[in-house]
């Protein structure tokens, strides 16, 4: 098992910035891909970032690419979310996930392991 914890979450102005983190334990956390997740009200969990579990670099989602970056510390066990440049429509319930049998997946049933998730609001 692998527990994960987000945080980092909040309101923020549009164009503002937040830092997401999302600590793991349980398990050997170099094993796992780390991803970021997001859910809207009334929408679809949809993939944000992901990272392997050598860092590698995996494309991002067209809505924020060029605006995010995900980062991992294997030796903190954490892995980050940075995100910039933040428009209204980034507001969601932000998720951490883990998987130790893939590179990554953009699809939300592949990951093995999800945190609580972390609010973030972006107001205008």
């Known amino acids: 098992q692998v527990q994960l914890v987000e945080s980092g979450g909040g309101l923020v102005q549009v164009g503002g910035s937040l830092r997401l983190s999302c600590a793991a334990s349980g398990r050997t956390f170099s094993n796992y891909a780390m991803g970021w997740f997001r859910q809207a009200p009334g929408k679809e969990r949809e993939f944000v970032a992901a990272?392997?579990?050598?860092?590698?670099?995996?494309p991002y989602a067209d809505s924020v690419k060029g605006r995010f970056a995900i980062a991992r510390d294997n030796a903190k066990n954490t892995v980050y979310l940075q995100m910039n440049s933040l428009k209204p429509e980034d507001t969601a319930v932000y998720y951490c996930a883990a998987v130790t049998f893939l590179l990554y997946s953009t699809t939300p049933t592949r990951w093995q392991y999800w945190g609580q998730g972390t609010q973030v609001t972006v107001s205008s």
């Open positions: 990272s392997t579990w050598s860092g590698g670099s995996t």
